[in-house]
């Protein structure tokens, strides 16, 4: 079970009232800075509430200074819920199978595959690395927790996007357009046949899943752009130019600068997000830098997706993201 206690009804309106911990916003829309935590030592349900608050109302939050080890970590990330696994097709660390480990090489492999892809009808939606976690499942986890592990001295930076605010900005006959519509996510550039066998057993994949295009979050009741440029493959219902125009009309909103918040990384930095709420991007620069540099990453288990017409997200291929057993 969760330590977060609930919140109360003063707090839901006071995005400055903090009772257990220093909140320093970044912009008027998105992040904050945390102090007056030592995540050495476990926190109590009353400073889990109040960091749960902070991402409530800022929807991103940054640690400075904290030399943590592994088990820390995990013990940080339990305070909101239970973990997942590192992620649904690749495994986590040997020793602490939820934890997943990056480093940059990996993401300029990405890239360059998609520099090199040949002209075509359809080309990979990339959109600059912006995502949400792990969409391609009917669940996807509730918050994301990133460490730093080997930072380097500049570049490396991460973006991130105000969802909820992307879908407030919305005239209101496209939010009243987008309100009842579901869209397919899928794995992609996914290759079943290379796929290599889970240590605990669970399927590799593919995963398909179908979300609706806003969701409505499920602490908060507040609606958002649910959008995953990089694994949603149609709206359905629309023909397929249709569908096309109305994504890339919706990534442009959910990626306009006054929405966005960029992170630049220092050795001991960690970084929470709403899940539900945020998508984000980075290294948004690895291709311009040859810098070693990798993080590591935890993720607490969400709920099924929730559209305004009351839609519920189904799976159509692969299992739950369920927790660690």
Do not use: C
């Not at 997942?84 to 300029?108: C, K, Q």
């Amino acid at each position: 079970m969760s330590n977060v206690a609930a919140l109360r009804p003063e707090q839901a309106v006071d995005r400055f009232g903090y009772r257990h911990i220093g909140v320093t916003p970044v912009t008027p829309t998105i992040g904050a800075e945390i102090s007056g935590v030592d995540l050495r030592q476990p926190i109590n349900a009353d400073v889990a509430a109040d960091i749960q608050k902070a991402l409530h109302d800022w929807r991103v939050v940054f640690f400075r200074d904290q030399d943590i080890d592994n088990d820390q970590l995990k013990a940080f990330g339990r305070a909101f819920g239970p973990l997942t696994p590192a992620h649904p097709i690749s495994e986590g660390l040997e020793d602490h199978p939820e934890i997943w480990e990056r480093s940059v090489e990996e993401y300029r492999a990405r890239r360059n595959r998609n520099d090199v892809a040949p002209p075509g009808r359809e080309p990979p939606r990339d959109y600059k690395g912006w995502h949400i976690d792990i969409t391609f499942v009917a669940n996807p986890n509730r918050y994301s927790i990133l460490q730093g592990v080997e930072i380097p001295p500049f570049g490396g930076d991460t973006l991130f996007t105000n969802l909820v605010a992307a879908y407030e900005g919305l005239s209101a006959p496209i939010r009243t357009l987008i309100d009842g519509l579901q869209a397919v996510h899928r794995t992609s550039g996914y290759d079943g046949a290379n796929a290599k066998p889970r240590r605990d057993g669970r399927s590799a994949g593919p995963f398909a899943a179908l979300h609706p295009l806003v969701r409505v979050h499920p602490e908060t009741s507040e609606k958002l752009l649910f959008l995953n440029p990089g694994t949603i493959s149609h709206i359905v219902g629309l023909k397929e130019p249709e569908s096309k125009a109305l994504l890339d009309l919706l990534f442009y909103e959910a990626t306009r600068p006054e929405y966005q918040v960029r992170f630049h990384w220092k050795p001991k930095s960690l970084v929470v997000w709403d899940n539900q709420a945020v998508a984000h991007a980075g290294p948004i620069d690895y291709s311009h830098f040859d810098l070693p540099r990798a993080v590591r990453r935890i993720t607490v288990a969400g709920d099924l997706t929730r559209g305004p017409d009351g839609f519920v997200s189904q799976p159509l291929e692969g299992e739950l993201f369920n927790v660690l057993g």
